[in-house]
């Protein structure tokens, strides 16, 4: 595609809940990479993949959180049993090699997540 | 944790004017990258310079690099209205290999017509 999309591009939900957010890098590219923005900060890591295969998942918060890239392409981070704090925009972002951090990453429009 | 801070937090100007705006950082990186956010848009990349780099032109942005310092700074000459939005500038860490970026909170910069 032209670029990284993502959906649904908002989500409320009710606290306990469980959400599933989608993302679809660029065609092509190897490496995909979750984060999440408070209001007000910049994004921060949460796990990225090289092709199927997850990487590094040092930043997701807690057990509630997994994501997975099953065929090397669309990633689903899901979040079970959401909580109030769990609000905040989701982003995705993909870059075409594994050099990760050395090369660009191209970011999706993100996906607001509100937990009531 | 925040590996880049960005300084000013916040930066009004009128348009036509340059706007300054600076990222200090921590450990040693690879290379440090700026991007843009408008409100309600995704993050944008504007510029990527490698730690072997201490200057960098894309247009109207200029980037400088001091690793020395561990800081960065993002120049926009002759700045208008549309340049109206938070930048960010994100760095990886050179010591473990992390590929992840670590973004700073942001300077929102504020261009007056």
């Known amino acids: 595609g032209a670029g990284v999309s993502q959906s649904p591009r908002y989500k409320v939900t009710k606290r306990g809940q469980d959400v599933a957010l989608r993302c679809d890098p660029i065609?092509?590219?190897?490496?995909l990479y979750w984060y999440r923005q408070a209001l007000g900060q910049g994004p921060e890591f949460l796990t990225y993949?090289?092709?199927?295969?997850?990487?590094?998942k040092s930043g997701l918060p807690n057990d509630r959180f997994s994501a997975e890239r099953p065929e090397g392409s669309i990633s689903t981070l899901t979040i079970q049993r959401t909580e109030q704090r769990d609000s905040a925009m989701y982003r995705c972002a993909s870059s075409s090699s594994p050099g990760g951090a050395r090369e660009t990453q191209y970011f999706g429009p993100g996906t607001r997540l509100l937990v009531l | 944790s925040q590996q880049g801070e960005e300084d000013p937090q916040a930066l009004s100007i009128q348009e036509g004017e340059n706007a300054t705006m600076n990222c200090s950082y921590k450990t040693s990186i690879n290379n440090l990258q700026w991007y843009r956010q408008n409100s309600g848009r995704g993050l944008v990349h504007l510029i990527l310079i490698r730690s072997n780099e201490r200057e960098k032109h894309s247009g109207r942005l200029r980037v400088t690099l001091d690793t020395s310092k561990k800081s960065s700074s993002l120049l926009i000459t002759a700045s208008r209205a549309a340049d109206t939005a938070s930048y960010f500038c994100?760095?990886?860490?050179?010591?473990?290999?992390?590929?992840?970026?670590?973004f700073g909170s942001g300077t929102r910069l504020q261009v007056q017509p």
């Open positions: 993949f090289n092709y199927e295969a997850q990487q590094d």
């Open positions: 065609s092509g590219h190897v490496s």
């Open positions: 994100a760095t990886d860490a050179k010591a473990t290999g992390r590929r992840a970026l670590t």
